[in-house]
Nanobody, 117 residues
């Protein structure tokens, strides 16, 4: 069992930055393919960024490439999402997901990001 807790969300002006954190307990997060998803009001859940369990390879949605960076700190059992050049369309609840198999995955409770002037 893995418990995930996201933090770091908030209100930021367009062009600003935020760093989201996903803290894991109960298991070693580095074993899991870990992703950040987001859900904006009235929209489907969207995969934002992912990082592999080994090798550190990353994938990004086209909408965030060049602006967002996903990373791990295995010593702290955490995954981060650095978000720069934020836009109003980045406003959403952001969720951390740890995936091991089609029948073994975990979600955090989410953290709200609002980009507005």
């Amino acid at each position: 069992q893995v418990q995930l807790v996201e933090s770091g969300g908030g209100l930021v002006q367009p062009g600003g930055s935020l760093r989201l954190s996903c803290a894991a307990s109960g298991s070693t997060l580095s074993r899991y393919y870990t992703s950040w998803y987001r859900r904006a009001p009235g929209k489907e859940r969207e995969l934002v960024a992912s990082i592999f369990s080994t090798g550190g390879r990353t994938n990004y949605a086209d909408s965030v490439k060049g602006r967002f960076t996903i990373s791990r700190d295995n010593t702290k059992n955490m995954v981060y999402l650095q978000m720069n050049s934020l836009k109003p369309e980045d406003t959403a609840v952001y969720y951390c997901n740890a995936y091991l198999s089609p029948t073994l995955g975990y979600w955090g409770q989410g953290t709200q990001v609002t980009v507005s002037s």
